[in-house]
């Protein structure tokens, strides 16, 4: 896992993301995509998943790193020419990205709360 420096936390751990990822992020918004461990942590919409072949690689994801670094089989090199594709790739922190989730998913469930709740009278 690599490493970078944010305003807020310091040293810490990155995700990237794929441009349309970036932008729901920017925004504040819960990332709706699909979650890549492969060789460090990657974010990417449906559409660059799909059209950059992800789907291919998803299995190297529950491999342990060690075993990954050692294929030979042409998977890592695919992947990383599908890497190298991602469009306008950027790096967050993974702190804030994660603060990001936990907030929304507390927004979620306190609107689905007072939704639930009866009106007063």
Known sequence: MGIMRCKIHGR????????????????????????LTIMGNIFVC????????????????????AEVIKLDDGRIEAFEAAYDRIEGRRAFCL?????????????DWFMGATAAEPAAP
Do not use: M, W, Y
């Open 12 to 35: 810490v751990g990155f995700v990237e993301a794929c441009a349309h990822i970036a932008k729901q992020i920017d925004t504040q918004k819960l990332p709706n995509c699909h979650r």
């Open 46 to 65: 449906d559409d660059c998943f799909n059209s950059l072949g992800f789907e291919r690689f998803a299995s190297l994801a529950s491999l342990p790193l």
């Open 95 to 107: 702190s804030c990205v994660a603060e990001l989730e936990c907030h929304s998913a507390n927004v």
